[in-house]
């Protein structure tokens, strides 16, 4: 199983990015997709997730109104739309799946490579 992220880049406060997240090796209609993100010296912080078969999303309150999290079963691709991006969501972002969505690194199985988003002021 592997998982390849990409679209992270150097974006002005204020401006959007989507990332996308690969995945190859299985099925991964049945599975959640859970974004999280990192910065130096810090955990790796719970970002957005959605179930697998209801379609169910969850956000941590700095993203809401700003994020949107999706997926395409029949490319097995997750993506994250991230608008009105400001310079405290810098961070390395990572593409995760699981059996079960959740806020907790522990419930997803698999995880990508990390994709790096600058958001300057």
């Known amino acids: 199983v592997q998982l390849q992220a990409s679209g992270g880049g150097l974006v002005q406060a204020g401006g959007s990015l989507r990332l996308s997240c690969a995945a190859s090796g299985r099925t991964f209609s049945s599975y959640a997709w859970g974004w999280f993100r990192q910065t130096p010296g810090k955990e790796r912080e719970f970002v957005a997730a959605i179930s697998s078969i209801t379609g169910y999303t969850d956000y941590t309150d700095s993203v809401k109104g700003r994020f949107t999290i999706s997926r395409d079963n029949a490319k097995s691709t997750g993506y994250l739309q991230m608008n009105s991006l400001k310079p405290e969501d810098t961070a390395v972002y990572y593409c995760?799946?699981?059996?079960?969505?959740?806020?907790?690194?522990?419930?997803?199985?698999?995880w990508g490579q990390g994709t790096l988003v600058t958001v300057s002021s």
């Open positions: 995760a799946i699981g059996t079960g969505i959740g806020r907790q690194p522990s419930r997803y199985n698999y």
